[in-house]
């Protein structure tokens, strides 16, 4: 186990040198720059403000400066788009919202998308599957920018309960759209990926074994079919938990919630290269460290899968 | 009457069960009758879709979702069929047990021994705690697992599928119920491991009083083990009688004809209608095929330390022997012995790791692929799976054409089509099933397609690998008397890849055994059956049941004490050597000595000093 992880750290450095590298040469290989506006400024003043965020250097050098900061000062460097802000603002800002929204999301998924799919497997061909199938893909068919504002529609404008928008500190009642906005489809997954696992496992030998021991159905399911019916749902979530704590545009936006996926699309379109790879590298380590997190999982719940 | 009519465990009446499919109602079981008494043995024998499962798993309530049962199952004087899965559940797991054919994927993989046992004794008894470990280990000693208190916090994964079978004996014992339904329980496994699981089972019968009813294809099995026999087929009854009746008088067609059909090791020439023509190498060209010291390792990481390392597994160990045309050589060996590897090591579909095998004179091994496929035109493999083996996409015309298109582009497409009729016939499919598809036909059909297309090209050089296993008896002889005539009329030369020595013996003119990756032995197929030297051999041989109760039950078998060893021990080798090991001579590699002209043994220890 610790030389597993030891092991896996080992690999997500050059892992992420190359996340850092591709990253920077797409950026740069795309046509304009931070700078480039609609009315052209003064070559002078290119110039002078390229020279100020070192956009000067030859490429190696400046890939060799970033990787640099990040490393001996966790220095994700200055925004180019919002002057008086550096990128770990923005993200110590920004984090800390998606972060709660998405922990909830992942609660929120994973308890209904599992009872909805389990539900499904165990009444396989009756009213309760095809009505579980039925929610999961109504689930996954809404797009969050279409459930945004129906939900805004239904909670806000008829029923007068929560708030349209806006954070406040992540009260709950501020909390509670953007959780659902964001994690139907997640759930609408997990519900898909335990429905046809718990399926398949049902019809294995072992749990012919367990019926004819006369144990009763809730303990066939509990004790002998859920671990192994999990396996294929535990692989989706690291990705996903990741997806959720980084948040999603369309909610940032919709619910003014300041949180971090909106700064990430946005400097994309402004070509604010500083904030774009900070949040890469973010999002990197956070899904190297989750897809381990699964591994140890995975080992926890199959003994036959060795951490090598 | 009435005596009998109260020891009977388990009675079933006039059952019937259907299963709805999409393509319509299946009978599956049509009207059974059966009783068992208490500590008997009841064998259920017939081949595949007899149905003879299916009345079992009714009895214990584990039918398909879509089927369904009529009739009465009566366990004592209490019906079963139609009792709720509660009530059920008293009966099943407590006086009712069952084991199953494949005991690699019976267990739940995710829990220990200990917990799958201890979980029955609190189900079903007042039995917690240590006392439950206490009795489980108990259990295990029973069954004669090794090392059975290290077994208790093991998973499934950890153990050989002989062990695991024993697991699940041990635990369906647990509960001490009066009957266990063992179904096809030893078919999975070796057949040394059989036979000991068949001596265990036969143990319990007689201490416990547990009335047995084992379900099987296998005579051989049923010979040694039935008190009583009921005979199946296609969801009815054919006959029934005591074991000596069944076997000296039979009185149905279709029991004659599954005697008939049976292999027998101690009778060679049997199941076919023909006899293996003898082999005759006057005149013969003996550069045909020569193996010399072919090794096959596959690395496996190991997990040590911060790193995996790699360790070699050496799945053929250096093996030599030649083969002459219009020879069949069997390869026998149990499960791991490396008889495939060493088969695709010839055909250098697996590039051997080191030696050579030379095909007419010039080398195979170290071909590049163009040269490589030149000669495949001259040797080809038929598979154990006949089904999966052939493209289901394809129609079994089209795959028996594939080798035509590929070494004999020139042909006319008209010229093509008239070949693959001849040779459908030839391996005995009617001409209108030339539009099918795989899975519209049986598995001894697809067989003869895998054959067909195996011959098209008229190889002089064919291995068949396990190829007649998942065949039903009648099947299986069937296929052994075409591979016979196939090799008459074209001077085929033939691998023969078996774990049954019966079928071996039947079909091949030497017989070579492996263990471990090693030659133990060689010798002519009458020879190595009168004169085994090796105890390997013996051991093999003496385990193999005959479909005959008075001299199966007679008979002595050996055994050798422990497990096998893992083909990644480096003492591997030195398993029927002890005494070179106790010399600390850990390198010594066993000779292959001939005791007589073409019997090959591999130096060994004498039996006495490795049976314990």
């Known amino acids: 186990m610790f030389s597993f992880i030891v092991r896996r750290v080992a690999y997500a450095v050059p892992t992420l040198l190359i996340l850092i590298i591709a990253s920077f040469l797409l950026m740069y290989a795309a046509p304009g720059g931070p700078f480039t506006t609609e009315r052209a400024l003064p070559p002078e003043v290119l110039k002078n403000i390229e020279a100020r965020y070192g956009l000067n250097d030859p490429l190696a050098v400046q890939i060799w400066n970033y990787i640099w900061n990040v490393v001996t000062n966790f220095d994700f460097g200055p925004s180019f788009k919002y002057r008086d802000r550096s990128v770990n603002d923005i993200i110590s800002q920004g984090f800390p919202v998606t972060l709660t929204y998405g922990i909830w999301s992942f609660i929120f998924a994973i308890i209904v998308g599992l009872s909805l799919g389990i539900v499904a497997a165990i009444r396989h061909n009756t009213t309760a599957d095809y009505a579980a199938v039925g929610v999961s893909i109504g689930a996954q068919v809404l797009p969050n920018f279409v459930m945004a504002p129906i939900l805004v529609l239904i909670f806000t404008l008829w029923l007068r309960w929560l708030p349209g928008g806006g954070w406040n500190g992540g009260q709950i009642e501020y909390v509670i759209m953007p959780v659902i906005a964001l994690s139907t489809s997640y759930m609408a997954n997990i519900a898909r990926l335990a429905r046809s696992s718990m399926l398949e496992v049902l019809n294995s030998n072992f749990i012919r074994t367990a019926k004819a021991k006369g144990l009763s159905e809730r303990n066939v399911i509990l004790k002998h079919a859920l671990k192994p019916a999990l396996m294929p749902v535990i692989s989706y979530l690291g990705p996903a938990f990741v997806g959720m704590i980084t948040g999603s545009v369309v909610v940032d936006m919709y619910f003014s919630t300041g949180g971090m996926g909106q700064y990430f699309v946005n400097s994309a379109f402004n070509r604010d290269y500083s904030v774009m790879m900070g949040i890469t590298i973010l999002i990197g380590v956070l899904t190297i460290t989750f897809n381990t997190v699964v591994d140890i999982v995975y080992a926890w719940i199959d003994p036959r899968i060795r951490l090598s | ?612």
């Open chain 2, 1 to 612: 009457m009435s005596d009998m009519k109260n020891s009977s465990v388990l009675q079933v009446k006039d059952l019937n069960v259907s299963f709805e499919t999409p393509d319509g109602r299946v009978d599956a079981v049509r009207g059974v009758n059966l009783h068992i008494n208490r500590g008997e043995c009841l064998g259920i024998v017939g081949e595949s879709g007899s149905g003879k499962s299916q009345t079992f798993m009714t009895a214990m309530g584990l039918l398909a979702n879509n089927g369904h049962a009529t009739g009465e199952v009566n366990f004592h004087d209490t019906q079963i069929l139609g009792m709720s899965v509660r009530e059920l559940n008293k009966i099943r797991g407590r006086h009712m047990t069952m084991i199953f054919q494949d005991p690699l994927t019976s267990l739940t993989p995710h829990m220990t021994v200990l917990d799958q046992m201890t979980e029955v004794l609190e189900l079903h008894t007042s039995v917690r705690g240590d006392a439950a470990a206490k009795k489980s280990l108990e259990w295990l000693e029973r069954v004669r697992i090794s090392d059975a208190k290290r077994r208790l916090n093991q998973y499934p994964h950890e153990l050989s599928g002989g062990m695991r079978q024993r697991v699940m004996i041990a635990m369906a014992m647990l509960c001490e119920p009066e009957l266990l339904i063992a179904d096809e329980p030893t078919t999975a496994l070796d057949v040394t491991v059989q036979a000991e699981i068949l001596d265990l089972m036969d143990e319990l019968k007689r201490e416990n009083n547990t009335a047995i009813a084992l379900i099987t294809h296998d005579m051989g099995v049923v010979a040694r083990m039935c008190d009583r026999i009921q005979v199946m087929r296609h969801g009815v009854y054919v006959e029934e009688g005591t074991a000596e009746e069944i076997f000296y008088n039979p009185q149905h067609e279709y029991t004659k004809m599954l005697l008939d059909a049976m292999p027998r090791i101690d009778q060679p020439d049997k199941a076919t209608n023909r006899k293996l023509k003898e082999y005759d190498e006057k005149g013969r060209d003996q550069n045909f095929l020569t193996v010399d010291d072919v090794r096959v390792e596959f690395d496996i990481k190991v997990q040590e330390g911060l790193w995996p390392k790699k360790v070699p597994l050496k799945a053929v160990d250096g093996v030599s022997f030649t083969l002459r045309p219009g020879e069949t050589m069997g390869i026998v060996g149990e499960s791991g012995c490396g008889k495939s590897t060493l088969a695709r090591a010839v055909l250098q579909l697996i590039p051997p790791t080191a030696g050579a095998v030379s095909w007419l004179g010039s080398p195979l091994s170290g071909l590049n692929r163009k040269e490589l496929n030149k000669k495949r035109k001259d040797l080809q493999i038929v598979f154990q799976d006949p089904l999966a083996s052939l493209d289901p996409r394809m129609t079994i015309a089209d795959s028996i054409m594939e080798p035509l298109q590929t070494f004999r582009p020139e042909m006319s497409r008209k010229d093509m089509k008239a070949k693959v009729a001849q040779m459908m016939e030839r391996v005995g499919l009617p001409q209108q099933m030339i539009n099918r598809y795989p899975h519209e036909l049986s598995g001894g059909q697809n067989q003869r397609v895998g054959i067909a297309r195996a011959m098209i090209m008229e190889p002089k050089l064919v291995v068949c690998d396990e190829a007649v296993s998942a065949l039903d008896v009648s099947i299986q002889a069937q296929i052994i008397e075409l591979l016979m005539d196939l090799q008459e009329d074209f001077d085929l030369s033939l691998l023969f890849i078996s774990h049954d020595l019966s079928v071996v013996r039947e079909i091949s003119h030497r017989i070579m055994v492996l263990y471990l990756g090693r030659i133990v032995e060689l010798a002519d197929r009458h020879e190595i059956y009168k004169d085994p030297r090796h105890p390997y051999t013996k051991q093999l041989i003496s385990a193999v049941p005959i479909p005959d109760p008075k001299i199966e039950r007679a008979r002595e078998r050996i055994k050798l004490p422990g497990e096998l060893p893992s083909p990644m021990d480096p003492t591997a080798r030195l398993r029927f050597m002890p005494s070179k090991i106790a010399a600390n001579e850990l390198d010594y590699v066993p000779r292959l000595d001939e005791v007589k002209p073409g019997h090959y043994v591999a130096e060994h220890d004498e039996l006495e000093k490795l049976v314990v």
